[in-house]
């Protein structure tokens, strides 16, 4: 990929230096495109099965999202630090020319031990400028980004957390005479208030990476762009319509996520308050509304919730703040155990373990009646318990889940019919369908079939949809949209196979079979 650019740097109203819009851009297009960030680090639980040069991620839930990989494609340890893997003899090479020479012993010596992404990613920017790796094109760009070291300063525990770990980056780096700690420190922190989250195409977690230009942006939780990965490149994307001289804001949290979380995070993790657009108007939108108000709720969940607020203190967390009083303490403690439920599962590897954990918290927003189907974490949990549900092997129940989010949360969460989150999921949803339809001889497929539900069709409506979006959400020469395509002409040649006329009247039948895959949906009890 090489690198494109219609955006500028400038000063921003908001917050220091943001990016600017250098012309009128579409919504859908490309903004910003950067082949290599400055640096990338991957996850401890990342490094046995992601290349660490190409961030090429070989072992994604494969039936679902893991396609845009090249079958066979594997990685191999080095030799030396037994700890980094490579899918290929040329990304080890770029990779030890770049830094990996320094760490390599390093990691060795480690006796085991895993350093820390931020720790590592400190080590990689502090060696390769000691060595003169690093161009000042990049360099004095990233010594201007916001470091928040003062507020870091003042945090207490946090503060001796980041000391600790940016001594440790300092005396691993083999830049120990190069720079000295204060400097070392200084680097930390920036690494810490302006790296992004390394993600696959399909958006899965794998690490961090920073890039000085891309790191100019500021968030709204109203963004008007979003970027997208592809391997070790990143673009950013327009969401919707921005004017030339535009302020281009991406965001840093889940915008789904209600007021007091959203804040919670950005100040804890980028030491600021949110001051966008949807903010200023505080808890009033969608994402905060319950189904009724506090002093709703049913006695039986009253009672639960009185015993929650004495053995748990969920309510005193701000980020469950749902307002002041008794009742509203009630609904924080409910709802401090619903993300509570959300987060042990994200980190349980058991998938059966994990969708357990998931319906639990399920069923604590359906009972309560308190959660509007779209409302945060019930609607992520729907799609991670789905994910889980997959790999548990229970394909129709997934199937049945991936309807519900389809038709009554994602195109109220998402809107924009290319935002990437949107299209992920109908990637995901239309992926699950058309391996349930080529289980042709399951019983469950065949009733299905019986009662109207004619996978092969949703599965090609479905594709059809991704096929449509993919270009604006990731970019038309991206692996993840060549990847659509692909399949896409696979499965016309497929269905056309001995009927050259299969697919006429295609739309009128995806027409038809639609509310019936809506049905599905709100067959589930929730
Ligand atoms: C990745 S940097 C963005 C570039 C930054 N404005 C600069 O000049 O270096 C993140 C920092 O920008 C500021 N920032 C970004 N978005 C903001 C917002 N919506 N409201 C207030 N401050 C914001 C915060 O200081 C945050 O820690």
Redesign the pocket.
């Given at each position: 990929m090489t690198d494109q650019k219609y955006a500028y740097v400038g000063k921003?109203p908001?917050?220091?230096?943001?990016l600017f819009a250098e012309k009128d851009i579409p919504a859908g297009e490309l903004i910003l495109s950067i082949s290599r960030p400055l640096v990338g680090a991957l996850d401890v639980s990342r490094l046995a099965d992601t290349c660490a040069n190409c961030f090429i991620w070989t072992a994604g839930p494969s039936i679902i999202t893991g396609t845009y990989v090249d079958e066979g494609v594997s990685v191999k340890k080095c030799s030396g630090c037994q700890q980094l893997r490579y899918c290929s003899k040329k990304c080890q090479r770029q990779s030890w020319k770049r830094y990996h020479k320094d760490e390599c012993d390093l990691i060795d010596n480690m006796d085991g031990k895993q350093l820390p992404k931020v720790v590592r990613a400190t080590i990689q920017i502090l060696s390769t400028q000691a060595k003169g790796l690093i161009n000042d094109n990049i360099w004095s760009p990233f010594l201007r980004?916001?470091s928040?070291i003062n507020e870091m300063r003042a945090s207490g525990d946090q503060w001796a957390d980041i000391q600790l770990m940016a001594q440790g980056a300092h005396n691993f780096s083999g830049a120990r005479y190069a720079f000295d700690l204060q400097f070392a420190t200084e680097v930390f922190a920036r690494v810490l208030?302006?790296c992004m989250t390394l993600v696959t195409p399909t958006l899965d977690p794998l690490g961090i990476c920073l890039d000085p230009i891309a790191?100019?942006?500021?968030?709204?939780c109203d963004p008007n762009a979003f970027v997208v990965m592809d391997g070790p490149g990143l673009s950013f994307r327009s969401l919707k319509p921005i004017k030339k001289d535009e302020e281009i804001f991406i965001s840093y949290v889940d915008v789904t996520n209600p007021h007091a979380r959203r804040q919670y995070e950005l100040k804890h993790r980028?030491?600021?308050?949110?001051?966008?657009s949807k903010c200023r108007k505080g808890p009033t939108l969608q994402e905060d509304l319950f189904n009724f108000t506090p002093d709703e709720l049913d006695q039986r969940w009253r009672e639960t919730a009185d015993h929650l607020l004495k053995v748990t203190k969920f309510a005193d967390d701000p980020s469950n703040w749902v307002g002041a009083g008794p009742e509203a303490r009630r609904i924080s403690v409910l709802q401090g155990v619903a993300f509570d439920e959300y987060e042990e599962a994200q980190a349980l590897s058991d998938p059966k373990a994990a969708a357990d954990k998931l319906q639990h918290g399920m069923l604590l927003c359906h009972q309560t009646k308190l959660w509007p189907v779209y409302r945060q974490p019930y609607a992520a949990m729907r799609h991670d318990f789905l994910v889980n549900t997959v790999s548990t092997g229970n394909l129709p129940l997934a199937f049945a889940q991936g309807a519900r989010t389809y038709f009554t949360i994602d195109p109220i969460l998402y809107p924009e019919t290319h935002h990437p989150v949107r299209v992920v999921h109908n990637w995901t949803l239309a992926m699950l369908t058309l391996y349930i339809s080529s289980e042709q001889d399951n019983v469950i497929v065949k009733s299905m079939l019986e009662i109207g539900i004619n996978t092969g069709i949703i599965a090609y409506g479905l594709l059809y949809e991704v096929a449509s979006n993919v270009d604006k959400s990731h970019g038309n020469s991206s692996s993840f949209a060549k990847a659509v395509h692909r399949k896409m002409d696979e499965v016309i040649v497929d269905m056309t196979r001995g009927n050259s006329g299969a697919l006429r009247g295609m739309m009128d039948k995806i027409k038809e079979e639609w509310p019936v895959f809506e049905q599905l949906g709100k067959w589930l009890e929730y």
């Open positions: 921003s908001v917050a220091g230096n943001g980004l916001e928040h208030t302006n790191a100019c942006a500021n968030h709204s980028w030491f600021f308050s949110c001051r966008c």
